[in-house]
T-cell receptor
Framework: GAVVSQHPSWVICKSGTSVKIECRSL??????MFWYRQFPKQSLMLMAT?????????EQGVEKDKFLINHASLTLSTLTVTSAHPEDSSFYIC?????????????FGDGTRLSIL | AQTVTQSQPEMSVQEAETVTLSCTYD???????LFWYKQPPSRQMILVIR????KQQNATENRFSVNFQKAAKSFSLKISDSQLGDTAMYFC???????????WGAGTKLIIKP
């Protein structure tokens, strides 16, 4: 089955630093990748949608200068949380779509738990 | 815009019992897909079952089945012979026919008690 690798799985860093999260589709080409944020006991909140080679489309209320998304190839997208602060602490999940429905429209990474001290 | 509503924040049942999780949605689309995802404490997102709106037959996957009522815009999940490993958050999701973006419900926390 389609595999999406997301890392790191857990990161702790000091306030003010930038953190990069990688999302890779290992055995398929991802025409579209999605980045979600999930607060405890809540649903997935879509942050942005990215297509390879073009700028990401951010959801309303998501700061594009705070959450930088790069989708440089058909197998890799990165989310960089710039100048992270404690309120950015959260669980971040990426997913990738091969551009065909298959068994499911999006294949999910295992998520990244980000803790900002 | 499409919306998905899960009205049960939390449910708990005894092991081996049957449990039904409810989901309703709102859309003006005629062709679409519906999904149930499971998120265990490990927080992986696992597809449980999917339903194509154009199919009248309810989808089933082993102990999991759905009751899809298109006119009522209802898509409930039934788990039979529940097991301890079914303990998880369950999310209902909607997808339009022409894209791969998912619209998520708020989730139901399901606890299976031994």
């Amino acid at each position: 089955g389609a595999v999406v690798s997301q890392h790191p799985s857990w990161v702790i860093c000091k306030s003010g630093t930038s953190v990069k999260i990688e999302c890779r589709s290992l055995d398929f080409q991802a025409t579209t990748m999605f980045w979600y944020r999930q607060f405890p006991k809540q649903s997935l909140m879509l942050m942005a949608t990215s297509n390879e080679g073009s700028k990401a489309t951010y959801e309303q209320g998501v700061e594009k200068d705070k959450f930088l998304i790069n989708h440089a190839s058909l197998t890799l997208s990165t989310l960089t949380v710039t100048s992270a602060h404690p309120e950015d602490s959260s669980f971040y999940i990426c997913s990738a779509s091969p551009g065909a429905l298959g068994d499911q429209p999006q294949h999910f990474g295992d998520g990244t738990r980000l803790s900002i001290l | 815009a499409q919306t998905v509503t899960q009205s049960q924040p939390e449910m708990s049942v005894q092991e081996a019992e049957t449990v039904t999780l409810s989901c309703t949605y709102d859309t003006s689309e005629n062709n679409y897909y519906l999904f149930w995802y499971k998120q265990p404490p490990s927080r992986q997102m696992i597809l449980v079952i999917r339903q194509e709106a154009y199919k009248q037959q309810n989808a089933t996957e082993n102990r999991f089945s759905v009751n899809f009522q298109k006119a009522a815009k209802s898509f409930s999940l039934k788990i039979s012979d529940s097991q301890l490993g079914d303990t998880a958050m369950y999310f209902c999701a909607f997808m339009k026919d022409d894209n791969y973006q998912l619209i998520w419900g708020a989730g139901t926390k399901l606890i299976i008690k031994p």
